[in-house]
Antibody
């Protein structure tokens, strides 16, 4: 069955970067797009972007353009989400989700809490 | 991209039906039949409940149904049960090949 397993929680200082991984299993990695969303404490879901795991093409939300980078390692069936210039308001749970460029999100990772605090 | 608008809270008694609205624009909800709904219990991972406006994934109760009219999509939960108490989010594909989520609705079973 499909599994998306994310890396563990991180604590970062303001201005630093965080890199979260999402390892996929149970399906052909390159046939689905991987999306990322985040959810600040008590707040709504916020879509961040997607990466085409087949060709590496990316699309980012305007809210995160320039601060978020999505990459993938097809040999490891893993997608990475890096967010730079962290601010306290970036404290959130970050989720990866399987989908398509035009579709829904059918499988989700367990979430990774990134805490930004000095 | 602004968030889709949902009511902050909706409540109902067990056995009743409730409807959650999700209002966007012609660039998202109104322009595409790619609206989906997610259920999230506290501290848990969101779960897909409806996709492509009205399609239910395998394993989701038929008490959940979706529809759309113009720029507003709706999720209806019939025969409300205690386990339905959760937060619900709509999501839509947009004209810029991006996605947008709703503001979220807390469903309370009285």
């Amino acid at each position: 069955q499909v599994h998306l397993v994310q890396s563990g929680a991180e604590v970062k200082n303001p201005g630093a970067s965080a890199k979260v991984s999402c390892k996929a299993s149970g399906y052909t990695f390159t046939t689905y797009v991987m999306h990322w969303v985040r959810q600040a404490p008590g707040q709504r879901l916020e879509w961040m972007g997607w990466i085409n795991t087949g060709n590496g093409n990316t699309k980012y939300s305007q809210n995160f353009q320039g601060r978020v980078t999505l990459t993938r390692d097809t040999s490891a069936s893993t997608v990475y989400m890096e967010v730079s210039s962290l601010r306290p308001e970036d404290t959130a749970v970050y989720f990866c989700m399987r989908g398509a460029i035009i579709a829904h999100f059918d499988y989700w990772g367990q979430g990774t809490l990134v805490t930004v605090s000095s | 991209q602004s968030a889709l608008t949902q009511p902050a809270s909706v409540s109902g008694s067990p056995g009743q039906s409730i409807t959650i609205s999700c209002t966007g624009t012609s660039s998202d909800v109104g322009g595409y039949n790619y609206v989906s709904w997610y259920q999230q219990h506290p501290g848990k991972v969101p779960k897909l409940m409806i996709h492509d406006v009205s399609n239910r994934p395998s394993g989701v109760s038929n008490r959940f149904s979706g529809s759309k009219s113009g720029n507003t999509a709706s999720l209806t939960i019939s025969g409300l049960q205690a386990e339905d108490e959760a937060d619900y989010y709509c999501s839509s594909y947009t004209s810029s090949t991006a996605y947008v989520f709703g503001t979220g609705t807390k469903v309370t079973v009285l």
